[in-house]
């Protein structure tokens, strides 16, 4: 199993262009996540997802915005993206709620110009 | 409002040195506390949890004491290694879907 996969490793933006952050997993997980690290601040959860079809907001949803089509994969939409967005973002899943082992992806690392 | 508390920012210590890291919640709702590891460039992986119906819990080095009237957790990283040299995070949710993390500590373990 190659786990939680993320694309791109590393991107640079300009203000105001869009981006889709890719997460897959092939854990057959029910619940998926997305949480944004910055330096001294840990992470923050983004959005998350208990199954196909099914959204919800985290803690810092402003800017983004997020989709699940499939259990494998929770794409991570910019639309305008801005300085502060800056950060590293790391996609997660859990087969169940908040018990469960959450699996984190390598990261990508967004810096916007 | 940082929901978790997390100290040292920093840590450096002696092979073979004990390596302590606290981390203080506010929310009594909380039931399930986690630490995860992360090394450079990676993501961060659990590495022992435990729900408060412990006081202990200890996974080979690894150990996490829990104090559930103080609201306090920590871990203790026994005979500390260079290989253990990372950041660590507390995290804490309850049960539900919103995990909240602490700001983490950088761990340096010298030769």
Known sequence: NAGVTQTP??????????????CTQDMNHN??????????MGLK???????????????????????????????????????SQTSVYF??????????TQYFGPGTRLTVL | ?????????????QKGGISIINCAYENTAFD?????????????????AIRPDVSEKKEGRFTISFNKSAK?????????QPGDSATYFC????????????AGTRLTVKP
């Open chain 1, 31 to 40: 619940y998926m996540y997305w949480y944004r690290q910055d330096p001294g």
């Open chain 2, 72 to 80: 306090q957790f920590s871990l203790h990283i026994m005979d500390s």
């Open chain 1, 9 to 22: 490793k590393f991107r640079i933006l300009k203000i105001g262009q869009s981006m889709t952050l890719q």
């Open chain 2, 32 to 48: 399930y506390f986690p630490w995860y590891q992360q090394f450079p460039g990676k993501g961060p992986a659990l590495l022992i």
């Open chain 1, 45 to 83: 959860l983004i959005y998350y997802s208990v199954g196909a079809g099914i959204t919800d907001k985290g803690e810092v949803p402003n800017g983004y915005n997020v989709s699940r089509s499939t259990t494998e994969d929770f794409p991570l939409r910019l639309e305008l993206a801005a300085p």
């Open chain 2, 91 to 102: 995290a804490a949710s309850s049960g539900n879907n919103d995990m909240r993390f602490g």
């Open chain 2, 1 to 13: 409002q940082q929901q978790v508390k997390q100290s040292p920012q920093s840590l450096i210590v």
């Open chain 1, 91 to 100: 996609c997660a899943s859990s087969y169940g709620a908040g018990f469960d």
